[in-house]
């Protein structure tokens, strides 16, 4: 994934917890419980309705773990739109709870400022927050 700066001017609560966790401002569990209750927006490469319910999320991999994508706003989605053009939000504890096992998570991919979940601390971050 190649790194770009921040493309949002002023951070949102989710997106200035990120940076405190990464800068030792705040703990990791601090950045968590703000992702839990935050909206994470997932883009999709097909459309998501009535019609057509399945999510088919943006994936990456990362030394071969599948790591599906979320970010902080819309500005971070709009950098992936020839992969994705479709777009659902959600809270960060259902996009957890979303992400199929074996998956991990990227939120704001590409970003200096990025944060992964592997796959195997995904429920324990469900269970704690």
């Known amino acids: 994934m190649t790194e770009t700066p921040n ?3 002023t951070p ?3 997106e200035q917890a990120l940076l405190d966790a990464k800068a030792g401002r705040a703990s990791i569990e601090a950045y968590l419980k703000t992702l839990m209750e935050a909206t994470v927006y997932v883009p999709t490469t097909q459309e998501v309705g ?3 319910p399945a999510v088919h999320p943006l994936v990456f991999e990362h030394h071969g773990t599948a ?3 979320g970010f902080t706003s819309l500005d971070y ?3 992936f739109q020839a992969q994705a053009k479709y777009c659902i939000s959600m809270t960060g504890r259902e996009f ?3 992400v199929p096992d074996g998956h991990g998570v990227v939120i704001n991919p590409g970003d200096e400022n990025r944060s992964e979940i592997a796959p195997a ?4 971050i469900l269970r704690q927050f």
């Open 77 to 79: 989605v709009s950098r």
């Open 67 to 69: 790591l599906v994508a």
């Open 96 to 98: 957890l709870a979303f």
């Open 7 to 9: 493309v949002t001017e």
């Open 12 to 14: 949102n609560a989710l």
């Open 50 to 52: 009535p019609e057509a």
């Open 121 to 124: 601390s995904i429920a324990g």
